[in-house]
């Protein structure tokens, strides 16, 4: 099973998500969406291919007009890892569901261009578009056979998650890295397409349930309880990417504020100082210290609000040493050391709330920082559309000037319109299956989810 979406909606999301990523990122200069087919031949078919101006104005439409990937696509056999014949980026995103970057093609052994043509030059980023496999399939436990790789082991058959596109964006020579955050930018508007595209198979499968409503009323009803309403009441994965992205804000908020601190290291230097301090405690197993060291790491690239990100120094990194320090004592000046690194963790959640950093920020209105300081920072437990209103509201101040803030405005309407359309397609679906479960005799033989009433 692959997802399922109207040729026109899937080419316009492609388009958008292109055009997003060739405005905001100076560098880039031509972008492509490729969607995988399902299975077992995994066709990899161009879906919309575009190319922006030097002035960053205009983008010119098309596919090439030769590919292996134009329609009807690739099959899996003909791009996958085989002995023998050049490798493709393409064959690793789908294979391994993981990004590859072309930060140096001359030395890049997946370019095919290099092997093929004997040229260099095409810097590019490409990025997996995935959705996780039980929203796929409306909760239930896939049981499609994938294709397998030259070696004979089936595709994803450990991953949650199953791969629909693949987005290929070029840059301008030796303007690219890996991790960059151009990758990291394109990466997390992937999760969006993946996100809007999943909400296009999600209507296409509310419109097909409420046909069957009329052949069976009792057969639809239980249809729509046991998995259509599953999927919809799912919004909790729109929240974590709304939560994803206020994180986002907060660290390009925190770039700029911190920009000319002194403490503009202070996360930095007290995971380096508890790393190393890890590494010096004897007598404790390899695999516990790794693990300490890899969440140390990790809180580095995590932006939470004050208290949550509290919470999770405490349970994850706090609790951790108190056990190895139990187990391992070191004499009292080491230790209180290392419970000072900790306290230094927890402060650097507050840098970016701190009234004297932000009274050295004078771009915007105090009003209006203070406002959105409030809003970045909130700790809620919900879709809050009104904090989503005023965030884009104040994204649109160009006196901001955060790094990414054009982006960060299109992947908030984005989100709210995508929990918009959720929210009324749950509404809407209850009241069928309110009238069914009812007994109603005026149910409608024919339902459109564009009805305001059923």
């Known amino acids: ?28 200069y031509r972008g492509t969406v490729y969607r995988i087919g399902g299975p ?20 010119t439409w098309g596919l090439p007009v030769r590919s292996d990937y134009n329609p009807p696509g690739k099959p899996w056999s003909d791009y996958r890892d085989e002995p023998g014949r050049p490798s493709e980026a393409m064959a690793w995103c789908v ?38 496999k039980e929203d796929l399939y409306l909760g239930k436990k896939g049981t499609w056979e994938y294709p397998r790789n030259s070696e004979g082991r089936m595709l994803w058959q450990g991953s949650d998650y199953i791969l629909v596109a693949v987005i290929k964006i070029h840059f301008l ?19 969006a397409l993946g996100t809007e595209l999943l909400s296009y198979q999600l209507r296409q499968q509310s419109v097909e349930a409420m046909h ?3 052949e069976d009323r009792l057969n639809s009803c239980n249809i729509l309880a046991d998995s259509l309403r599953n999927a919809i009441t799912k919004s909790g994965f729109i929240f974590s990417l709304i939560k994803e992205e206020l994180g986002f804000l907060r660290v390009q908020w925190e770039e700029i504020l911190l920009e000319h601190s002194d403490k503009r290291l202070m996360k930095r230097d007290a995971v380096q100082a508890l790393n190393e301090a890890a590494m010096e405690v004897a ?36 609790e ?41 920020y004078n771009n915007i209105p105090e009003g209006l920082k203070g406002e959105w300081v409030d809003l970045i920072y909130r700790n809620t437990d919900r879709i809050d559309f009104q904090l989503l209103d005023r965030l884009i ?62």
């Open 393 to 454: 509201h104040i994204l649109q101040e160009p006196s901001l000037v955060l790094p990414h803030q054009e982006k960060s405005r299109k992947s908030l309407i984005r989100l709210k319109g995508l929990a918009e359309i959720i929210g009324q397609l749950e509404e809407k679906t209850n009241t069928v299956l309110r009238q069914v479960l009812n007994g109603r005799e005026d149910v409608p033989t024919s339902y459109s989810l564009n009805n305001k009433t059923p």
């Open 212 to 214: 069957r409503l009329a």
């Open 95 to 132: 294979e391994r569901q993981k990004s590859w970057t072309a930060e140096d093609p001359r030395n890049d052994e997946r370019s095919v261009r290099l092997q093929v043509a004997g040229t260099g030059d095409d810097y590019h980023h490409m990025e997996p578009v995935m959705i996780r």
């Open 1 to 28: 099973m692959s997802i399922r979406i109207q040729k026109e909606a899937l080419e316009q999301a492609c388009k958008e998500i292109i055009e997003t990523i060739l405005f905001c990122l100076p560098n880039a």
């Open 283 to 318: 007598g404790i197993p390899e695999a516990e210290r790794g693990e300490l060291i890899d969440l140390q790491t990790r809180f580095l690239n995590l932006s939470f609000p004050p208290e949550r990100g509290e919470n999770w120094v405490r349970m994850q990194i706090e």
């Open 40 to 59: 077992p031949e995994m066709f990899a078919t161009r879906v919309a291919s575009g190319k922006i101006d030097d002035e960053k104005r205009t983008i």
């Open 320 to 360: 951790r040493w108190e056990e190895l320090l139990h187990k391992s004592p070191l004499d009292e000046e080491s230790t209180k050391e290392i419970y000072q690194y900790m306290d230094q963790l927890k402060a650097s959640l507050y840098l970016g709330k701190d009234p004297e950093m932000i009274a050295t």
């Open 173 to 191: 020579p030796k303007t690219i890295k890996i991790g960059s955050p151009e990758t990291k930018a394109i990466k997390r508007l992937s999760r």
